[in-house]
């Protein structure tokens, strides 16, 4: 089965640092991974994905994600903060087995706080 | 516009009150799913339906039930609330067959049981 870690639960930067939010999978071959953001009061939305080839990713809002298989990681970037980008952050696995095509394992999030 | 819906938004309700929320999605996926989100734990998944008629437990299903009777909706059941389920719900869809395919989530439903 897989899992995520994602070991920082709260994470303060200033507004225009750059940005590095840590995520950890577990999966016995090359994942499926997300990163999601929950805005206050919102649902989820995708920010990015890695399936297959670069292993660097782009997503909206000026994120991107490095998949790298050596260190079982998916860390989130983002190189200059906005106030705006203050939410929950979920990292999320999913296996390529057909039986549970769409199954996500989420991790248990990273809270960023934006300081001005 | 394409989105998921869930109703009501928020709800407080007693122990043992019979409840639905409802979840619609309106892009015919054929793929929905529910999850609660408690702090600490992220999100984890109730139950999932590949198609109509077609469901099957997630990882914590004990004291839910869902549906499938039509494709656009998805209601998750509480026969017997208890406290424990007190959370945060959110349904997701998305196309079946490939977890290429992107899971949109609804707004998600605050569920308060005394």
């Known amino acids: 089965a897989q899992s995520v870690t994602q070991p920082d639960i709260h994470i303060t930067v200033s507004e225009g640092a750059s940005l590095e939010l840590r995520c950890n999978y577990s999966y016995g071959a090359t994942p499926y991974l997300f990163w999601y953001v929950q805005s206050p009061g919102q649902g989820l939305q995708l920010l990015l994905k890695y399936f297959s080839g670069d292993t660097l990713v782009q997503g909206i809002k000026g994120f991107e994600a490095e998949f790298k298989r050596s260190q079982s990681s998916f860390n989130l970037r983002k190189p200059s903060v906005h106030w705006s980008d203050a939410a929950e952050y979920f990292c999320a696995v999913g296996a390529r087995n057909t039986g549970t095509a769409s199954k996500l394992t989420f991790g248990t999030g990273t809270r960023l706080q934006v300081t001005l | 516009e394409a989105q998921v819906t869930q109703n009501p938004r928020y709800l407080i309700t007693v122990t043992g009150k019979k409840l639905t929320v409802t979840c619609s999605q309106n892009?015919?996926?054929?793929?929905m799913s529910w999850y609660r989100q408690d702090p600490g734990l992220g999100l984890r998944q109730i139950y999932y339906?590949?198609?109509?008629?077609?469901?099957d437990k997630g990882d914590v299903p004990e004291g839910y039930k869902v549906s499938r009777k039509e494709k656009r909706n998805f209601p998750l059941i509480l026969e017997s609330p208890s406290p424990n389920q007190t959370s945060l719900y959110f349904c997701?869809?998305?196309?079946?067959?490939?977890?290429?395919?992107?899971?949109?989530f609804g707004p998600g439903t605050r569920l308060l049981v005394l």
């Open positions: 339906s590949m198609n109509v008629e077609v469901t």
């Open positions: 892009m015919n996926h054929e793929y």
């Open positions: 997701a869809s998305s196309k079946a067959g490939s977890m290429q395919e992107t899971q949109y």
